[in-house]
């Protein structure tokens, strides 16, 4: 039977060349880090974005809480990056 293996969320058998390796590509693994951490981003984004409804005023504080999640990928590839953390959700 073959090894299972998640490709971007999605589990998969891995390839005969994967097995004979017996571990991902480091570009594999880092795409996979990557993909963690924008499903969060935009997880925590979704959650917020009645704050961008029309008829409400978004204060400077969500403002700058939401371009930070998007600009995490500007200076983070993985949650297990050296001082990675997601910004601060205002109350």
Known sequence: MAKKISDNG???DMTAEEETEGV???DR???????S?????????AESDWMANSDITMTDEWKTY?????DITKTYKS???DGFTFPTKPS
Request: aromatic residues 0%; glycine residues 0%; positive net charge.
């Open 24 to 26: 991902l590509s480091t």
């Open 29 to 35: 693994l880092n795409a996979d880090k990557l993909q």
């Open 66 to 70: 939401r371009q930070a999640l998007r």
């Open 79 to 81: 949650m297990s990056d």
């Open 10 to 12: 999605v589990v998969r």
């Open 37 to 45: 951490l924008r499903m969060i981003r935009n997880r925590l984004l």
